[in-house]
Nanobody, 121 residues
Framework: VQLVESGGGLVQAGGSLTLSCAASGSIFSIKVMGWYRQAPGKERELVALISSGGETLYADSVKGRFSISRDNAKNALYLQMGSLKPEDTAMYYC????????????????WGQGTQVTVSS
């Protein structure tokens, strides 16, 4: 599976951005898709994930501000980010998992190259 993210950029604190991820290849194998992020000097962390049935899971730090969704017909994954904070600044990665439970990054089979999100104060 090939994954290509887009939609990152520079935004002021309190602003919004929507990230997109286009999937191609063996997409029939995808069960769960997720967004991860990695800030400079920090470990990569889960932001949100969504199952093929639409169940979602969010990191506590983004609950109520971010929303993950997927369009299976378009083979696309989205992350709507609102009320952005400087601490949301990171490289955001789209990931695809062929398992039914994918709560650890080691379970993900494919990763995109990432899209940078920078939130200024």
């Amino acid at each position: 599976v090939q994954l290509v993210e887009s939609g990152g950029g520079l935004v002021q604190a309190g602003g919004s951005l929507t990230l997109s991820c286009a999937a191609s290849g063996s997409i029939f194998s995808i069960k769960v898709m997720g967004w991860y992020r990695q800030a400079p000097g920090k470990e990569r962390e889960l932001v949100a994930l969504i199952s093929s049935g639409g169940e979602t899971l969010y990191a506590d730090s983004v609950k109520g501000r971010f929303s993950i969704s997927r369009d299976n017909a378009k083979n696309a994954l989205y992350l709507q980010m609102g009320s952005l904070k400087p601490e949301d600044t990171a490289m955001y990665y789209c990931a695809a998992c062929s398992r039914y439970v994918c709560t650890h990054e080691n379970y993900y089979d494919d990763w995109g190259q990432g899209t940078q999100v920078t939130v200024s104060s």
